[in-house]
């Protein structure tokens, strides 16, 4: 069993994914043979269907789609605006994209949600797509998580970051919904943090263009910002020596990696961590710094 990766930043970090790319085709050897990327996900800036982080990403679909075709990898709309209406479903720009990105032409392409009601549109107009259930639904008590996963309508199913550690659990469901899990490996919130539903709420509200209460992060650390240190300390982390001692062995999969928003410096460091035999980060590295076109910060 290999373990897939689901890389962030589809329409953010264009200029990143075409200089890393060619680097992890043309070098396979410096890359981990027991891993491979399942997909990219993101969604552009001001969609109105986006969720998750406010969207950043001004990359044009059709270059977007070009690279994935190139390189036969899965592109992933992330359309988690937990709150849509019936009348948001009429959206023209992300109507205009889905009919783009399910006749992509390359690996079938997929959509991360969370609305019911927008599930129902895609699946009635849309039904080249695969899903996606987002882990913005914060599905953390491990019931919650089980009966998702018996959902038909969603390939996988991404839950909260707080489950990750309860491999006894996981470990005990069926192989078909173990195929389903797709971790969230490098979060950063706070694990104790009680708001994460609201926060993303928050967000959804942000991208519908309406009004709200701003969300205050109450995380310890919050005035630092998203650090890889501090993914790494965080108890649900997952890091590579877990995926190949712990999880793979046991039949998960797929694993999310977070990103969106971050910049491309620190994209880099998660291709290097999580695929990147050590012997050879210096080498992928310099081969990407040296990029004159890339601008990294």
Same mark, same amino acid.
């Given at each position: ?61 059709? +270059?977007?789609?070009? $690279?994935?075709? @190139?390189?036969?990898? =899965?592109?992933?709309?992330?359309? =988690?605006?937990? /709150?849509?209406?019936? %009348?948001? $479903?009429?959206?023209? &720009? ?25 599930? +129902? ?11 996606? =259930?987002?882990?913005? &639904? ?7 998580? @089980?009966?998702? /996963? ?15 550690? +309860? ?14 899990? %797709? ?26 263009? @309406? ?29 590579? +020596? @877990? ?33 990147? &035999? ?17 601008? /990294?910060?």
């Amino acid at each position: 069993m290999r373990a897939s990766y689901h890389l962030p930043g589809l329409f953010e970090f264009g200029e990143l994914y075409r200089a890393f790319l060619p680097l992890y085709r043309e070098h396979r050897d410096w890359f981990y043979d027991w891993c491979d990327i399942g997909s990219i996900y993101g969604a552009p800036a001001d969609c109105l269907w986006g969720g998750g982080r406010a969207g950043f990403g001004e990359d044009r679909p059709e +270059e977007v789609l070009a $690279l994935l075709k @190139e390189y036969g990898i =899965s592109g992933r709309l992330t359309f =988690s605006n937990s /709150l849509l209406r019936q %009348e948001h $479903l009429a959206d023209p &720009k992300c109507n205009a994209l889905c009919a783009m990105f399910e006749r992509g032409g390359g690996a079938q392409n997929g959509v991360i949600l969370a609305s019911d009601l927008l599930l +129902e549109h895609l699946q009635r107009n849309y039904p080249g797509f695969y899903f996606v =259930s987002s882990t913005t &639904k914060v599905l953390r008590e491990f019931a919650e998580l @089980e009966k998702e /996963l018996q959902r038909p309508a969603f390939r996988y199913v991404v839950p909260d970051f707080r489950l990750n550690r +309860e491999l006894s659990r996981l470990k005990a469901l069926p192989q078909e919904q173990k195929g389903k899990l %797709e971790f969230l490996c490098n979060e950063c919130c706070w694990f104790a943090c009680a708001q994460r539903k609201q926060c993303y709420e928050a967000v959804s509200r942000k991208n519908l263009g @309406e009004e709200g209460a701003e969300h205050v992060c109450t995380s310890p650390t919050a005035a630092r910002g998203y650090r890889f240190s501090d993914a790494m300390a965080n108890p649900g982390f997952i890091g590579i +020596e @877990e995926i190949q001692r712990n999880y793979l062995p046991n039949g998960f999969s797929q694993y999310k990696i977070e990103g969106r928003s971050l910049g491309s410096a620190l994209i880099l460091e998660f291709l290097l961590y999580y695929m990147t &035999k050590p012997e050879r980060q210096l080498q992928v590295r310099e081969e990407i710094y040296l990029d004159s076109s890339l601008d /990294l910060f």
